[in-house]
């Protein structure tokens, strides 16, 4: 197949598992595909803080930023597609990867070296600490069908949730084995126990040369147009990231899925997220970042304010779509914690050259983090949104947050009702220069 460079440069987006499933299966609904597989994931310390102090060079932080970003990340895209991980997440300043190939020791084990390399790679740059943690166990390919003209595909399952957990038990430099890759390297790794159920690894004895994962084809662009942000496919056409890179006042709102279970409610779950998430951006003119599973859970970043699509009164767009979000998902049975920030966050691409992302990075998409795992089944905002929206937005109570972080506590708003539809702007501004049931099938891919 003849390839153009646009179309191979936007492919890099896509993880390696997505560019097959696009093309080997059948039905193009929601479906969930059960398989066995490695999770590795790893937290880069210290990163957030560097690029809060770049917001304030303005476009020359950016450019800074985006090749900080760039001579990070490349070096460990390339470590774990070398030890044949398929990178299924960039997850703020951090990774997550799979390792399935029917053979979950040997996956296992070829995740766990592979986070050896990582620390030994890291180490030798000695920018950014780095945290690693390892479980194996089901995991869950979904594919979210394309409801208004865009498809999400995500990993989930009970291994993601306990890497999530573990990498805090981690010191910076340290790999933390969960218990069920603990119980599958058995004697090959040395470790050291933190506590009943994690250990740090400290070596292994592993036999074999890793192996890369054979590359799928770069996907056609009709194909490119339903999975990649509209930022994306319009901006990235300049095939240079430092172009994407810029800092822009957003507004975030993060919501978390509740109640999970990785059964056959598994994927009526994720629909009814993925269908009020997707409605109401569309319906507020806002951008679905992601729709993932990571440290937090199951969640999706809604942000308003990026190109194309930055309006006066995003903050109050923001809080909006939340509540509407909260009480769509109420409705069906669902319980979702939401977290909502406004604040100058940098949009980029980061990654490497064949495997790579565009994301908002800051302390306001981290903040918005912490207020949704605070939120309880409802809405929490922060003060920069709360006082941007404090004449058409109804606020039931305040409270003071300690939150991993911030040194100070933090404050945070629960919004109750809404006095009027937002008045949408027939030409929107640019943000850059404003202050402020079904079944799943249980078998391999």
Not at 340 to 350: I, K, M, Q, W
Not at 369 to 384: F, Q, T, W, Y
Request: aromatic share 6%; glycine share 8%.
């Amino acid at each position: 197949m003849q390839v153009d460079s646009q179309t191979a440069a936007l492919s890099a987006y896509i993880p390696n598992w997505v560019r097959r499933a696009c093309r080997c299966w059948p039905d193009r609904g929601s479906q969930a595909r059960a398989s066995r597989g490695a999770v590795l994931f790893l937290d880069l310390v210290g990163f957030s803080k560097q690029t809060a102090n770049l917001a304030a060079f303005g476009p020359k932080g950016a450019e800074e930023l985006s090749v900080i970003l760039k001579d990070t990340f490349a070096p460990l895209v390339d470590v774990i597609e070398k030890d044949g991980g398929d990178i299924v997440a960039f997850v703020g300043d951090g990774i997550v990867a799979v390792w399935d190939s029917d053979n979950l020791v040997r996956d296992t084990q070829r995740a766990t070296l592979c986070g050896l390399t990582l620390q030994r790679v890291n180490n030798a740059s000695a920018v950014f600490r780095m945290r690693v943690a390892i479980e194996c166990g089901e995991i869950f390919y979904c594919r979210l069908g394309e409801t208004t003209g865009r498809s999400h595909y995500l990993v989930v399952g009970a291994p993601f949730t306990a890497v999530g957990a573990a990498y805090r038990l981690a010191a910076p430099g340290d790999v933390v084995l969960c218990p069920d890759a603990r119980e599958s390297l058995g004697t090959l790794v040395e470790q050291e126990r933190i506590d009943r159920h994690h250990s740090k690894l400290i070596g292994a004895a592993i036999a074999g040369a890793p192996t890369a994962l054979p590359k799928n084809e770069p996907l056609p662009f009709k194909e490119l147009r339903q999975l990649l942000p509209a930022v994306v496919i319009e901006r990235g056409a300049a095939l240079d990231g430092r172009w994407l890179a810029e800092f822009r006042n957003l507004s975030i709102v993060q919501v978390r899925l509740g109640d999970v279970r990785f059964d056959e409610s598994l994927l009526p779950s994720l629909e009814g997220m993925f269908s009020q998430v997707e409605k109401t951006s569309l319906r507020l003119e806002g951008s679905v970042l992601h729709i993932r599973m990571d440290d937090k859970g199951i969640n999706g970043i809604v942000v308003f304010g990026l190109p194309h699509l930055a309006h006066e009164d995003d903050p109050f767009r923001a809080v909006e779509a939340a509540l509407s979000i909260q009480q769509g998902l109420s409705a069906d049975g669902y319980n979702a914690s939401i977290g909502v920030t406004s604040g100058l966050l940098f949009c980029g691409e980061y990654g490497g050259a064949s495997r790579r992302d565009y994301s908002a990075l800051g302390t306001a998409i981290n903040l918005s983090s912490r207020l949704m795992e605070h939120a309880e089944n409802g809405v929490l905002c922060d003060a920069a949104t709360a006082a941007a929206v404090e004449k058409r937005v109804t606020f039931s109570a305040s409270t003071t947050l300690n939150l991993k972080g911030w040194a100070r506590p933090v404050a945070a708003f629960r919004p109750e009702t809404i006095s009027r539809p937002p008045s949408f702007q027939s030409c929107p501004t640019d943000h850059r220069s404003r202050p402020r049931a079904k079944n799943i099938t249980r078998r391999a891919r």
